[in-house]
T-cell receptor, first 118, second 114 residues
Framework: GAVVSQHPSWVICKSGTSVKIECRSL??????MFWYRQFPKQSLMLMAT?????????EQGVEKDKFLINHASLTLSTLTVTSAHPEDSSFYIC??????????????FGPGTRLLVL | DAKTTQPNSMESNEEEPVHLPCNHS???????IHWYRQLPSQGPEYVIH???SNVNNRMASLAIAEDRKSSTLILHRATLRDAAVYYC???????????????FGTGTRLTIIP
């Protein structure tokens, strides 16, 4: 299937610092990418929809000024957690759909980024 | 949005078939039934999807009830690598499946016993 990568795979930071997570579609272009958050033993919760060349759309209850999303190209979306606090510690996962005829019409997920804020 | 109900957990012996149920009694006529799974510490991956007829692919089979109010994901011969959380998700057919926001329920945590 299509490949979506995330970087870094894990990160530890101090409270109050900002952390940037990258999501890349390696072998296809994605005008839309999705960002999810998953706390331990819980399900994935959609945070926002990232749109190439335009502003992201945030789900209700997600602070857009805290979780900055930039979709600067057709293969890269970034999520920046600003002024991170321990409660932001979570597993962040991105996904991207593809219409490429060689791939199943579905969403392809990245491997996730585990964030620990001390 | 139509909701799905799955058992929280299931266990199965290695190399035996596994039947994972999903109830979706409020499914609309245009909703497709999708299954994703999430291996430990990884992002989810697509497994299979269908509308009315049973579907087979190299990963699994999907059996859909005649009234479409329930479905069953079938792993024909479970291996240890199939241990994961399995999610049953409904997606309207008017959508491009890939562009649709996915709503993940709690899923079924499948444990494979060696």
């Amino acid at each position: 299937g299509a490949v979506v990568s995330q970087h870094p795979s894990w990160v530890i930071c101090k409270s109050g610092t900002s952390v940037k997570i990258e999501c890349r579609s390696l072998d296809f272009q994605a005008t839309t990418m999705f960002w999810y958050r998953q706390f331990p033993k819980q399900s994935l919760m959609l945070m926002a929809t990232s749109n190439e060349g335009s502003k992201a759309t945030y789900e209700q209850g997600v602070e857009k000024d805290k979780f900055l999303i930039n979709h600067a190209s057709l293969t890269l979306s970034t999520l920046t957690v600003t002024s991170a606090h321990p409660e932001d510690s979570s597993f962040y996962i991105c996904s991207a759909p593809t219409l490429a005829p060689t791939y199943q019409e579905t969403q392809y997920f990245g491997p996730g980024t585990r964030l620990l804020v001390l | 949005d139509a909701k799905t109900t799955q058992p929280n957990s299931m266990e199965s012996n290695e190399e035996e078939p596994v039947h994972l149920p999903c109830n979706h009694s409020t499914i609309s006529g245009t909703d497709y039934i999708h299954w994703y799974r999430q291996l430990p510490s990884q992002g989810p991956e697509y497994v299979i999807h269908g509308l009315t007829s049973n579907v087979n692919n190299r990963m699994a089979s999907l059996a859909i009830a005649e009234d479409r109010k329930s479905s069953t994901l079938i792993l024909h011969r479970a291996t240890l690598r199939d241990a994961a959380v399995y999610y049953c998700i409904l997606i309207p057919s008017i959508s491009n499946f890939g562009n649709e926001k996915l709503t993940f329920g709690t899923g079924t945590r499948l444990t494979i016993i060696p």
